[in-house]
């Protein structure tokens, strides 16, 4: 209701009837958006302004996801995507927004070992005991999680295919299904290894737990912080100097409806933010528990947001050997 009247109002100011639809689906949602993660969706309005018509339904499906969902991310690496995207949200040039999420993309190839041939995943020329090879690379966003589902389940449907070797270099991302497709990785029937270069952060890290046996490359590569994280911001003050004023109102039966984000900021009471964050991070910690075949403990630095270089997780047992990507095929 409140994004609603917001962004109509919005519209009309300036001119932009038809933007006003693209955000109707989200008004009735279940889950209010403040609940989770709140975003700077303001720069929106003059964004579209300019460059809307142009502009995918897909990539604004992208936009919204990216502002809306909710996030096991290094903040850093957020911060970094948003001084990326913002400017061309805010400018108008929406068509390098999405020339930027539509470029990166999920690799998927079929390899064998001792051969440096590669051959597509529906490929008829499949060699007997292929792997495939996944590359996870960058903020994992909720789409790429579906691709992931989809490109792993083929394989292990795949006669032709012994198992999977994911390609790991993330910083994490959004949080939507990566218990699912962590799920899917440790209940395969064929082995799906981890191959990590770089960083397997946050979101990356808890599906990757998974995984039969974790490789490093480099005693730089960094493993773990296991949490989540809640960025709040209030928008009314932007919109009283656009001149649109704002006034929520809810019937006395729905009177909890977005009552975590009414909290904090009639009241700055965080309580029950950190209540649905602390759901998240159970979670979260419950499942590298299980993985890594540790026992939780709340005051475990593993637990609270920690990372670790390549040297200290492999001692701890949190990876299981150094290697190359042969290794990794090899070992499959």
């Known amino acids: 209701m409140k994004r609603e009247s917001v962004l109509f109002q919005a519209a009309r100011k300036h001119h932009l009837n038809l933007l006003f639809p693209l955000f109707r689906a989200n008004t009735s949602a279940s889950y209010p958006v403040s609940r989770f993660i709140s975003r700077p969706i303001t720069v929106l309005s003059k964004g579209f302004a300019k460059g809307f018509f142009c502009i995918k339904k897909e990539t604004v499906d992208k936009i919204q996801q990216f502002f809306f969902d909710k996030w096991a991310i290094e903040e850093r690496r957020y911060h970094q995507l948003l001084s990326i995207l913002l400017p061309g949200l805010k400018n108008g040039n929406l068509a390098s927004v999405e020339q930027y999420l539509g470029a990166k993309r999920i690799e998927a190839y079929a390899a ?11 490929d008829a020329s499949l060699p007997q005991g292929a792997v495939v090879v996944l590359t996870c ?17 083929a394989a292990i449907a795949n006669d032709r295919i012994s198992g999977v070797v994911l390609f790991v270099n993330g910083p994490g991302g959004m949080i939507t299904r990566v218990d699912v497709l962590e799920k899917l990785i440790r209940q395969s029937p064929k082995p799906i290894v981890a191959y990590i270069t770089g960083v397997c952060a946050s979101a990356h890290f808890w599906f990757v737990s998974a995984c039969a046996r974790r490789f490093v490359s480099s005693p730089m590569d960094e493993i ?13 003050e932007y919109y009283a100097q656009m001149g649109i004023e ?5 019937p006395d039966s729905a009177d909890l409806k977005n009552r975590a984000y009414r909290d904090k900021e009639e009241k700055q009471d965080d309580t029950l933010i950190k209540e649905n964050l602390s759901f998240y991070h159970h979670l979260f910690a419950q499942t590298i528990a299980r993985n890594l075949g540790v026992k939780y403990d709340a005051q475990d630095p593993l637990f609270r947001g920690q990372t670790f270089f390549a040297d200290t997780a492999l001692a701890k047992g949190y990876v299981d050997a150094y290697g190359s990507l042969e290794d990794a095929i090899l070992w499959v």
Request: hydrophobic letters at 35%; proline letters at 2%.
């Open 246 to 250: 704002i006034e929520d109102i809810y």
């Open 112 to 122: 064998v070992p001792y051969v440096a041939d590669r051959w597509e995943l529906d």
């Open 224 to 236: 773990g912080s296991c949490g989540v994280v809640y960025t709040f911001q209030s928008f009314k």
């Open 137 to 153: 690379e960058g903020v994992l966003y909720s789409w790429e999680t579906y691709r992931l589902e989809r490109y792993i389940s």
